[in-house]
């Protein structure tokens, strides 16, 4: 059974500087990878989908991924206030249905 | 408006009792899923509907059913619920399997 989990729980950044978010997984033959963002009370968003090692860039949303370290992460270039929210990262296994998610990053940013 | 749509957004009932949450798409998607997301924000297939084709995730109770007339409807109906039932319920729908989810706003449970 797929685990994926995030980390670190929570992170707060002040507008303007990197923030950084990782989620490891446990089925190397995975291929499917998403970043979701959920404000408070609302369905997700999703942020950027990834398929292959390296690199997708969409808007201020980046992602990589390095499936032999059983590893992929977000950066957000010039987070700004409104970016606060929980983000949810999800990943599908080869020849699976489901799409499983790990436990989130709150994320605050600080004017 | 083409999205997923969710009814009721909030819904408090005692244990014991049924209820069903309605979800509708207006992308013309082929699969729709439902998700519960607990206390701790962590999300977790129960159903998938791809096509008339009804996936259950085994570990949900049996109390628990999805409820689909067509491929633009996925309700859920709980029997005789329980407290640990409480959550965000989200309903989601895709293209595909393997596309990207739109997800509803939710329904939250809380059962007393």
């Known amino acids: 059974q797929q685990k994926v989990q995030q980390s670190p729980e929570s992170l707060t950044v002040s507008e303007g500087a990197m923030a950084s978010l990782n989620c490891t997984f446990s089925?190397?033959?995975?291929?499917?990878f998403r970043w979701y963002r959920q404000h408070s009370a609302k369905g997700l968003e999703v942020l950027v989908s990834?398929?292959?090692?390296g690199e997708k860039e969409e808007g201020r949303f980046t992602a990589h991924l390095n499936r032999a370290n059983l590893h992929v992460s977000l950066h957000i270039r010039e987070p700004q206030p409104s970016d606060s929210a929980v983000y949810l990262c999800?990943?599908?296994?080869?020849?699976?249905?489901?799409?499983?998610f790990g436990s989130g990053t709150q994320l605050t940013v600080m004017p | 408006e083409t999205a997923v749509f969710q009814t009721p957004n909030y819904h408090v009932t005692q244990v014991g009792n049924e209820v069903s949450f309605n979800c509708k798409q207006t992308?013309?998607?082929?699969?729709m899923y439902w998700y519960k997301q607990d206390s701790k924000k962590l999300l977790k297939i129960m159903f998938s509907?791809?096509?008339?084709?009804?996936?259950v995730n085994e570990t949900v109770p049996r109390r628990f059913s999805p409820q689909s007339s067509d491929k633009a409807h996925l309700n859920l109906r709980i029997k005789s619920v329980e407290p640990e039932d409480s959550a965000v319920y989200l309903c989601?729908?895709?293209?595909?399997?393997?596309?990207?989810?739109?997800f509803g706003s939710g329904t939250r449970l809380l059962v007393i």
């Open positions: 989601a729908s895709s293209p595909g399997r393997n596309s990207d989810y739109t």
């Open positions: 089925d190397g033959t995975s291929n499917n």
């Open positions: 990834i398929f292959s090692d």
């Open positions: 999800a990943v599908m296994g080869s020849g699976s249905w489901q799409l499983i």
């Open positions: 992308l013309g998607h082929d699969t």
């Open positions: 509907y791809n096509n008339k084709q009804l996936i």
